[in-house]
């Protein structure tokens, strides 16, 4: 039972238009979403976040919506460049019900390729 | 400026053989997390340690065993390899486990079993 979906595997974009990868969740504890960028051979490393009780967030190019009663997040780049290609993943946190601490949940992610 | 250093970066088993994989941080993050990744998946936790001397299990932790031996280190032991733990093996740090921060991750341990 996959709890953080994300649907496109791959996603083409010329330079210079927006990218929009898209995030959908089914578990409504989770109250912090992330979106982590990741080149081959090395560690994701953390883009933006977003907290549940906000639907907006923004840091330069990257953009993060998350629409609650949908259960649904995406990420917007503006403009988009070819250095941007890389795998983007979702993940999603909660608290864990034993031990109190937060958790993430990954999806799958979505291979963006921005051509020049 | 290292972050989350692993090691090895890659090792190759026989079906059977024991093996650890090593990280450690120098960010001074209290909680640590072993994570995989298989072709076409998501990461999923395997083991996590919220602090120094406590580790707890994750989604995935069959096959595995973890030791964090400081605040800085967190291994990962595979008794007896199995080609189904063949994989791509993340370690991540974060500083409070207690509240919603981003997790940091080291560059990964590419492990074929044969």
């Known amino acids: 039972d996959q709890q953080v979906k994300q649907n496109s595997p791959s996603l083409s974009v010329q330079e210079g238009r927006i990218s929009i990868l898209n995030c959908d969740y089914t578990?409504?504890?989770?109250?912090?979403f992330l979106w982590y960028k990741k080149y081959p051979a090395e560690g994701p490393t953390f883009l933006i976040s977003?907290?549940?009780?906000?639907d907006k967030n923004e840091d330069g190019r990257f953009t993060v919506f998350l629409n609650k009663s949908a259960k649904h997040l995406s990420l917007h780049i503006v403009p988009s460049q070819p250095g941007d290609s890389a795998v983007y993943f979702c993940a999603a946190s909660a608290r864990h019900s034993g031990a109190g601490s937060y958790q993430l949940t990954f999806g799958k992610g979505t291979k963006l390729s921005v051509i020049p | 400026n290292a972050g989350v250093t692993q090691t090895p970066k890659f090792q190759v088993l026989k079906t059977g053989q024991s093996m650890t994989l090593q990280c450690a941080q120098d960010m001074n993050h209290n909680s640590m997390y072993w994570y995989r990744q298989d072709p076409g998946m998501g990461l999923r936790l395997i083991y996590y340690s919220a602090s120094e001397g406590t580790t707890d299990k994750g989604e995935v932790p069959n096959g595995y065993n973890v030791s964090r031996l400081n605040k800085r280190e967190f291994s990962l032991r595979l008794e007896s390899a199995a080609p189904s733990q063949t994989s791509v093996y993340f370690c991540?740090?974060?500083?409070?486990?207690?509240?919603?921060?981003?997790?940091?991750f080291g560059d990964g341990t590419r492990l074929s079993i044969l």
């Open positions: 578990n409504s504890m989770f109250d912090y």
């Open positions: 977003i907290s549940s009780i906000k």
């Open positions: 991540a740090s974060s500083r409070d486990p207690y509240s919603n921060q981003p997790q940091h």
